[in-house]
């Protein structure tokens, strides 16, 4: 899968399915119209379409895969896991063991890969078509039934044995062959993928319950009544089977015989209610049609799941990939209406290849003025007209055998038959077979087919009692299965209008009509196909037969097929759309008058404002084309191929297409691929170029914000600081001031005496010295102490210093002012500035500062002193 999703070209590589699946992903990454894909697989039954379809999901489900994990819980598993663990669940309960094939698919499958525009796998869904239902009661010799019954017969635990009653080597009709061991009855595998779709355990074997109970049912056997009036008795063991039934289903196993075995008629204006009693062939195909209409409805049910947990809402997808599965062509001994729906439905899926491959493509090269010789093929138109053509073929016969209300003769459908489609020259019968039939030329060969119970099948009846029955069920799945709703509720009011004019909804016209769906959807998409061979009829491994497989390639159109692709061009693009995907391959020129508008091809005016015709807006579109070309390959000329009308040109240039081959196309992507590196390239060196001139702009205007900013910063510091210091020296200037107002208002307190002159002094020292020989009285206030301290002399310690502290400091109790003399030693005036010089008086008065009175020590002082400003920090100031 890597080999082939990395290769640059898928054409050098040897054939694979992953080749096709990759071109179809790489069409849907490229967006070339139709953008959605559908691959067709195909072949006879065991020729391995089952196998390939597996491969094809596996191989989307990794290259699509998204690399971001799913939201919700780890329970949740993603989409890819999902959409593969549905193979397994569908092929146990849809595929079987024919004679031709372990493992064939018993019904249609078309499996739509959703994709977003990322294109990773977002979502699928699946559209089944024709369930072989009948295979649940009916086997043929040496077949199976679906696997879904042997895995639950071989892999239930011995608890669920005992729960559902299946003892190990038990026998059931309806199992026929289950010696035979397959890797298809793995029961665990079915258990584990049912459960990653989201059906829990509890749901799961309620589902399986319901199943064990139809193996109960099919062992129910009846004897022919005795009298026609009488009920059909039950065989010896038959008994126990329908009580088991009964338990299995949660119904009365009365309500079930009587289903069973007694018809409920409605007749008459008055609605009169008739019970007939059934015979043995009657109640067979009674219980048979239980069975069938139970497993159907749980196969449409475990589909809606599937595609519940797959499926999201169209808006989260843009483009699909579809893969479409169907049941190979059939050919048995014996072959009823199942095989003829089966062919009919390959023979409209090779009508839909010769078409679009065989007819279309060179209808085509012929209109868009290519030299082409036709190719022969054989057109398979006439056998489908055969089979669904209007105003007669075989379905439009069998829809009105079905709404005749009489019962139904082979022999009388045979003659009917012969007589509307003897001048088909695809239909023909064996005329020496004792049994009615009739023989269709298929495609593929010609297969004989019994008319005996066709138009039984094609009716596919269901009696109501059988519904009710199912409906008053008190098992939850079948209540889910048979929901009692308006409509059948009002069933019994309108019998009467039913049985007037009945409204029959046929097999054939179920399938028919989602045939045409789904071709509808096969051809609004680009289709692929994809033939599965089959190497040798016994399905035995590495076996060649050389005849068988050339029989199959000439039956199913391949020799033609690969003889037009040899001769022609496998991709063909309108221009307009060409020119939309690659006009950036086209260099650049000067503009020319209206060339450049012509040459683009996209304008719709030109020169002097006339509109362009249709035929001059082709031209031009034709010519920009070839410029295209022209540029590429200047040797090659895309103008037309050879005279020969082998196509040896890689291109050619028809009146609206262009028309390449795989190589001209690889090489296109190739070049588009590097021009838009190239620009790319330009874009993000451009776009960086501007990223760092942007980011230098920044860098430089964040520079210049930055230095402004811290520009203004600075100054607005500055200037706080500034005001900040004048406030301080404006303080300090202002308490400074009062500081020495104070001190020399305590100075003024000092009592003048009479001034004595020292003899022979000078002049100079006339004021000065008297003040010094005089005896001074200060008086100085008791507070503050630090003016008081200030000037005591420092280095005075021991008893003189507090002989010259104590006496300053000595305080009477009154707070009148008193007077302490001191002998003056020399001469001079005392200060608070200076040491004592001699004997001081101090004139205690109350001061006019705050705490002024407050004394440092709680204990009379005897002497005071001057000369320190804090003595004793633990003795004069507290903490």
Same mark, same amino acid.
């Given at each position: ?17 992953f080749?096709?699946?990759?071109e ?38 990794? $290259? ?28 146990a ?11 064939s698919?018993?019904f ?37 039934? %679906?696997?879904?019954?042997y ?11 005992v ?10 009709? @309806? ?8 890797e ?23 589902? %399986? ?14 004897l ?40 409920t008629?409605? !007749? ?6 008739f ?22 409805n ?43 729906c ?6 409209k899926l090779?009508?839909?290849f ?12 012929? +209109? ?35 709404r ?52 039984e ?19 939850? +799945? ?8 308006? $409509? ?10 039913a049985?007037t ?34 190497p ?38 309108? %221009?307009?759309?060409?020119?939309e995907?690659y ?22 005016d ?40 082998? #196509?040896? !040109? ?14 001209m196309?690889e ?12 620009? !790319? ?26 230095s ?26 202002? @308490? ?12 003024d ?7 004595? %002159?020292?003899p ?7 004021? !000065? ?13 008791f ?19 507090? #002989? ?10 009154r707070h ?64």
């Open positions: 899968m890597k080999e082939y999703h990395t290769a640059t070209c898928l054409q050098e590589l040897k054939p694979h399915v080749a096709v699946a990759e179809t992903y790489r069409n849907v990454k490229s967006q070339i119209p139709p953008v959605n894909q559908s691959i067709i697989v195909s072949g006879e039954s065991g020729a391995g379409k089952t196998w390939t379809s597996r491969c094809l999901m596996r191989f989307y489900a990794t $290259v699509a895969t998204s690399s971001t994990t799913p939201k919700g819980s780890m329970t949740v598993e993603r989409i890819e896991k999902r959409v593969l663990d549905s193979n397994p669940v569908m092929e309960f849809g595929n079987a063991c024919t004679l031709r094939n372990s493992n698919s018993r249609g499958k078309y499996i739509q890969l959703q994709l977003n525009r990322s294109q990773h796998l977002t979502s699928a869904s699946i559209q089944t078509f024709l369930l072989e239902k009948t295979r649940v009661a009916y086997q043929a010799p040496h077949e199976r039934n %679906f696997h879904i019954f895995q639950i017969a071989k892999g239930a635990t011995q608890e669920e044995r729960k559902w009653n299946l003892p190990e080597g038990s026998h059931f009709c @309806w199992l026929p062959n289950p010696e035979k061991s397959l298809e009855d793995d029961f665990d595998v079915t258990r584990e993928a049912m459960f990653h779709l989201g059906i829990d355990h509890d749901v799961q074997d309620n589902v %399986f319950k319901v199943l064990a109970g139809l193996l109960h049912l099919g062992n129910v056997q009846f022919e009544p005795e009298d026609e009036s009488q009920l059909c008795k039950l065989e010896d063991h038959a008994k126990d089977f329908a009580k088991t039934t009964s338990r299995l289903l949660k119904v009365p196993v009365d309500q079930l015989l009587e289903a069973l075995r007694i018809r008629i409605t !007749a008459g204006k008055q609605q009169q209610i019970q007939k009693p059934c015979l043995k062939a009657e109640c067979e195909t009674r219980r048979d049609c239980l069975a069938k209409v139970i497993y159907s749980v196969f449409d049910w475990l589909v809606k799941v599937i595609n519940g947990n797959i499926y999201a809402d169209p808006s989260e997808w843009s483009n699909f990939i579809g893969l479409l599965d169907v049941y190979g062509f059939e050919s048995f001994p014996e072959n009823h209406l199942e095989q003829l089966i062919n009919y439905a390959n023979e090779q009508q839909h010769v078409s679009h491959f065989l007819k279309a493509q060179q209808e085509e090269y012929a +209109m868009e003025g290519l030299e082409w010789s036709f190719v022969s093929y054989q057109d398979n138109q006439s056998c489908l007209d055969a089979i669904e053509g209007s105003p007669i073929s075989l379905f439009s016969l069998l829809n009105e055998e079905c005749l209300n009489r019962s139904s003769n082979a022999s009388q459908f045979q003659t009917r038959i012969d007589a509307a489609l003897s001048s088909n020259q695809c239909i023909s019968r064996d005329r020496f077979s004792k049994k009615p039939n009739f023989i269709v030329s298929h495609y593929a060969g010609s297969v004989c087919y019994q008319v005996e119970d066709m138009v099948k094609n009716k596919d009846p269901v009696p109501p009692e059988l519904v009710m029955m199912l409906q008053q069920s008190q098992d939850s +799945m079948l209540q889910k299965l048979f929901p009692v709703s308006a $409509v059948s509720q009002q069933t019994k009011k309108n019998d009467i209008k049985q004019k009945p409204v029959v909804v046929t097999v054939v016209s179920k399938f028919k009509g989602s045939l045409e769906q789904l071709m509808a959807i096969l051809h609004s998409t680009t289709p692929h196909y994809i033939r599965c061979i089959k040798n009829v016994e399905c035995e491994a590495a076996v060649f037969r050389k005849d068988e497989v050339l029989c199959q390639l000439e039956a199913c159109g391949i020799v033609e097929a690969i003889n037009i692709s040899a001769a022609g061009y496998p991709i063909r693009i309108s %221009f307009r759309s060409f020119l995907r006009k950036l391959l086209k260099k650049s020129r000067k503009p020319n008058s209206t060339s450049v508008q012509q040459g683009n091809g996209l304008a719709h030109i020169g002097n404002g006339w509109a362009a015709s249709p035929e001059d807006e082709d031209k031009a579109l034709h010519s920009a084309v070839q410029d295209i070309f022209q540029q590429m390959h200047p040797r090659v000329s895309p103008l037309g191929p050879t005279e020969s009308g082998s #196509c040896a !040109a890689p291109v050619y240039c028809g009146k609206t297409k262009v028309f390449m081959t795989n190589s196309l090489l296109l992507e190739a070049r588009r691929a590097g021009v838009l590196s190239e620009k !790319a390239s330009c874009i993000q060196y451009f776009w960086q170029k501007f990223k760092r001139r942007k980011l230098e702009r920044q860098r430089r205007c964040a520079t210049v914000i930055q402004a900013v811290r520009s203004w910063l600075a100054r607005r510091h500055f200037q706080r600081v500034r005001r900040a210091a004048t406030v301080i020296k404006r303080a300090w200037r202002k @308490w400074k001031a009062k500081m020495e107002a104070l001190a020399d208002e305590e100075l307190y000092v009592e003048e005496k009479p001034l004595t %002159f020292v022979g002094a000078a002049s100079s020292q006339s004021r !000065a010295e008297p003040k010094k020989s005089q005896s001074l009285s200060a008086r100085i206030p507070w503050p102490f630090g003016l008081v301290l200030s000037m005591v002399p420092v280095m005075v310690c021991g008893f003189r210093r507090d #002989c010259a502290l104590l006496p300053c400091l000595q305080v009477s109790q009148d002012c008193k007077k302490a003399g001191a002998e003056v030693s020399g001469n001079g005036v005392a200060s608070i500035r200076a040491a004592p010089q001699g004997s001081i008086r101090f004139h205690c008065k109350k001061s006019p500062l705050p705490y002024a009175d407050t004394r440092p020590h709680t204990h009379n002082c005897v002497l005071t002193g001057l000369n320190r400003i804090l003595l004793d920090s633990c003795m004069l100031l507290p903490g």
